[in-house]
Every structure is written in C-alpha cells, then in structure tokens.
C-alpha cells in the first residue's frame, strides 16, 4: 500500500506521539521523565552521604569464641573449622554493608584494632548454626571512646528461604549484615550533626577574629594521626596527645603539619596503610574461596540445625515427642521418683536424640568434604598466614604467623626503620609472590 507523503507525516507524528505517551501504558518499558534517582540495592538499602571529613573504617575479624578444651564442641553442633571460616567471613560481610553505607574513604578488615583507622568495629560469634547467627559486638573511634555499647544482634533464616530465595552470593545473613550498617549509619548522623554545627559556628568565630575549633570528628580523625606519629616518634609527638582519667587519648596541641619531619611521618604512615591494606586484601580472597562452599553449607546443614534446635527446645519443655529413643526416656521421666532424675532422664533423652542428627550429618560425604576445605582454609588465614614478604634497601624481610602477629611484626620493623633518619618510606616495598 502506498501512502501519501502527508498521511506518512500524521502517522509520524502519531507514533511519535504514542511513545511519548507509552508511560501511560502499565506494562513495559517506561521512558524516563526526569534522571533517574539512585536505586537501593537488591543486597541492602543505599544512603546519602553525610557531610563529614573522611574517615577510615576498620572492621576487626571475628572471635570465633572457641573453647579449645570443650571435647563436646562438635556434639553441640559447633564446628571449629566452620567456626574460623565465619569469623573471617562475617566481618568482610558487615566491611560491604559498611562500604555500601557510602559515608567512609576506606572501609577495610583488620586482623586486630592495631591498625591505623578512626573507627573500629569488634566482634565475636556467640552462636552459628546455619539457622541462627548471633554475634556481639561494639563500634569505638581512635580515642578509645564506645559509639556503640556491646550489644547482641542476630538472625534466624526462614523455613524455605533457601529453596525460595537463594542464588549464588545471596546471603541468608544479610538482614543481620544490614542491620549492624544501619546502627552504625544512625550512630554516624549524630557525630554528623555535630560537624556540620561545629563548621558553621567556626565560620561565625573566624569571621570575629576568633579561633577555630574542632568537631568531634575532626577530633577522632587527629587523634589518630598522633596516636600514629607519637609511635614513630616519641620524641617530637609524644606530649601532642595523652590518655585521660578514662583511659581514652586526648589531644593536647596540633603540630605544624607543613614541617620536615610530620611530613615524614605522614610518608611512613601511608606505607602503613599499604601493608595494612595488604591484609584486607587476603581476607577477601579467602571469602571468594570459600564462599561458594559455605553457602552450599549453609543449605544441606541447615535442616539438621533446626532439628536441633527443636530437640532442645522439646527438652526445656519437657515435651516426648517423635523418635524411638526420646519416647523410652519420657517414659524413664515419667516413672522417676524426684525431679532431678526426672531431668536428668529428659536430659539423658535429649542429649541422645541430638546425638543421632549429628551423627546423621557428619556421616554426610559432602558434609565431610566441606569440613575438610573449611579446615584447610582456616588454618591458612585464621590460625596462620600466608608470609609477607618486604623488600627494604636491598634486603628481605619475611612476616609470619597469624596475622594479627605478622602486623605486630611489621610494626616493629617500620618503628626501627624510622628511627634511621637516612631511611625513607619509599625505599619499603611489598615483594609479590
């Protein structure tokens, strides 16, 4: 069919028209009216940034809170292979919902709050069944000061969740990882407020003639440059911070931060960074290791770990029910004389009943399998540590052991190198295997 060249218009105009109007359609692709906003994150909720100076953010890994003399660990359903890998694993998870929080220049995780950072998360699991996460832990800033009292935060995942919901690098953990970010976000505003207030009164003092002050966090931020220079240099920066009644650091007088020998220690404390960062850096290779075996983990155990946790919950109701073993104990209670045996009898029950679902999983070749690389990969990051190897003019230097211990070193050798006025900062290198 041939169409006029003004009937080839109208239809123009028409089409034109109609896709500009396409929003009004309910289903398909919508064309935007204005730019678009910023998405949350399927993972987590995303934040605006708050204005205050830029903070370094540090979460410590994990106490795995275990008991090495307990020979029951494992008739409870703790696992001290799985128990390592968590403690590692959970804090690289709450470094990411940090990170997505948008308010730090570097979030990292550290073997131990040695590490140069302004605020500093702490942690240890107090129960991990792959039903239930139950961690305590507490947020302080380089003066030693708690934003955050110890508290305890958990999350028991949801009947099904895993069959309904999981994907590979969906965690059946992040409410608990989200939760923890949105306490240290709402805990942020406060101190945010505090700067943005401190900024505008400074602004109003220094138009007077009058001095500056500084705002809490401004304060947190110095602390932990003298904290860090008072190490390389006693000498010259010790009497610029002091530890109060509290046992906290406060700042005496800032140093003139344009001199020789602050620039220096400024120098040292950016290769610090370097080889702190160097840690963070294993710790996320190894959650990309054993991620993808955790999660499937988290599935085959996570039937067994209910059932234990309904076992236990029957015996503190002193409730028979199911299994040939549970009954002939009720039935033991039931004709005890006192109610010690009575218990006892229940306990006896419950304890045996548990037993079997242990037994059951651990019999499990895949479960076996798991254990073995969890226990593989825990002694390379949590018990020791790959070597680190520095190269400092001309000679090799190699950290070893746990981590926490390969930094102690490194301290110690950064601290004797500076004292050595003809070594600079730049002559420390990180030798790559």
Not at 81 to 108: C, D, G, W, Y
Not at 179 to 207: C, G, P, W
Not at 312 to 325: C, L, N, S
């Amino acid at each position: 069919m041939v169409l006029h060249k003004s009937t080839q218009f109208v239809i123009g105009v028409f089409v034109i028209h109609a896709c500009l109007n396409a929003n009004a359609v309910p289903v398909g692709p919508k064309l935007p009216e204005e730019e678009p906003k910023p998405l949350s994150s399927s993972i987590g909720p995303t934040y605006e940034p708050l204005n205050i100076p830029n903070l370094d953010f540090a979460v410590v890994v994990f106490n795995p809170q275990l008991d090495e003399n307990d020979s029951r660990m494992r008739e409870k359903g703790v696992w001290p292979e799985v128990r390592k890998t968590e403690s590692i694993r959970s804090a690289v998870r709450i470094k990411e919902a940090i990170t997505r929080l948008n308010q730090f220049e570097r979030v990292t995780v550290a073997p131990s709050t040695t590490v140069s950072a302004d605020l500093f998360l702490r942690g240890k699991i107090l129960e991990s069944t792959s039903e239930l996460m139950k961690i305590r832990w507490n947020l302080i800033d380089a003066r030693g000061v708690e934003w955050i009292d110890w508290k305890t935060s958990d999350h028991r995942v949801a009947l099904g969740w895993h069959q309904r919901f999981y994907e590979p690098g969906k965690d059946a953990f992040q409410p608990l990882w989200n939760e923890i970010a949105r306490d240290v976000y709402e805990r942020l505003k406060n101190f945010a407020r505090n700067h943005v207030n401190t900024m505008k009164q400074n602004e109003s003092r220094s138009n007077r003639g009058r001095s500056t002050t500084l705002s809490t966090l401004e304060e947190i931020s110095h602390t932990r440059d003298l904290v860090l220079a008072r190490f390389f240099a006693p000498d010259l920066y010790g009497d610029t911070i002091r530890v109060n009644d509290r046992d906290q650091w406060e700042i005496a007088y800032l140093p003139d931060p344009t001199t020789e020998e602050w620039l220096r220690t400024q120098a040292f404390a950016r290769k610090d960074q370097e080889v702190a960062s160097l840690y963070d850096e294993h710790y996320a290779a190894f959650f990309e290791k054993v991620n993808p075996n955790y999660e499937k983990w988290l599935n085959e155990v996570y039937p067994y770990a209910r059932e234990m946790r309904l076992e236990e919950r029957r015996y503190k109701v002193e409730r028979a029910v199911g299994g040939i073993i549970l009954a002939a104990s009720a039935v033991a209670a039931a004709g005890a004389d006192s109610t010690e045996a009575r218990e006892t009898a229940l306990a006896v029950g419950s304890a045996v009943g548990g037993g079997l679902i242990i037994k059951s999983l651990i019999d499990r070749a895949d479960f076996k399998a798991n254990l073995g690389l969890f226990d593989e990969m825990s002694q390379s990051y949590h018990d020791t540590f790959a070597p680190v190897n520095l190269e400092i003019q001309g000679e090799t230097v190699t950290l070893q052991g746990k981590a926490a211990a390969q930094f102690e070193r490194w301290r110690q050798v950064v601290h004797e190198l500076y004292t050595h006025e003809n070594t600079d900062a730049f002559t420390i290198h990180i030798v790559d295997e």
